[in-house]
């Protein structure tokens, strides 16, 4: 299985953020984080907010955001549909710790807020601030 490989897409409304061949994805499903290996069982299911994990052929590790949607996995390809998704790279640190704190702010004081929209800012905020820990060559 060593030279067994995957294609993997990762494809946005406005962009493909990845289409080539890599050695393994993991990623967090909305029932927990999994990984996905050459040769796979077939499936689809739904993401949630999180680090997407990418081991490419040459053994490189590659971290990018991914913002809800689904994955369906086949024995040779993985194909991502998100509504966002970025690398490391295209996030401003300082931009996404703004919104953590107005949704934090939000949420001290809910009685004229939509509360899941705040939970939902603050937590894409979250895995923006976490991905920028990680550095990367596309």
């Given at each position: 299985?060593?030279?067994?490989?995957?294609?993997?897409?990762?494809?946005?409304?406005?962009?493909?953020?990845?289409?080539?061949?890599?050695?393994?994805?993991?990623?967090?499903?909305?029932?927990?984080?999994?990984?996905i290996?050459?040769?796979?069982?077939?499936?689809?299911?739904?993401?949630s907010?999180?680090?997407?994990?990418?081991?490419?052929?040459?053994g490189?590790?590659?971290r990018?955001?991914?913002?809800?949607?689904?994955?369906?996995?086949?024995?040779?390809?993985?194909?991502?549909?998100?509504?966002?998704?970025?690398?490391?790279?295209?996030?401003?640190?300082?931009?996404?710790?703004?919104?953590?704190?107005?949704?934090e702010?939000?949420?001290?004081?809910?009685?004229?807020?939509?509360?899941?929209?705040?939970e939902?800012?603050?937590?894409?905020?979250?895995?923006?601030?976490?991905?920028?820990?990680?550095?990367?060559?596309?």
């Amino acid at each position: 299985m060593a030279d067994k490989k995957l294609h993997l897409q990762i494809i946005t409304p406005v962009k493909r953020l990845f289409d080539d061949e890599i050695k393994t994805v993991s990623m967090r499903g909305v029932e927990g984080d999994f990984g996905i290996l050459p040769a796979h069982e077939p499936f689809t299911t739904i993401l949630s907010y999180g680090i997407l994990k990418i081991t490419t052929v040459d053994g490189n590790e590659l971290r990018a955001t991914v913002f809800g949607g689904f994955v369906e996995v086949l024995p040779d390809q993985v194909t991502i549909l998100t509504d966002s998704a970025e690398w490391p790279d295209e996030i401003n640190k300082e931009r996404a710790m703004a919104s953590k704190e107005r949704a934090e702010s939000r949420l001290k004081n809910p009685s004229n807020v939509d509360v899941k929209r705040a939970e939902l800012a603050l937590h894409r905020a979250l895995v923006r601030i976490e991905a920028t820990s990680y550095a990367h060559k596309k």
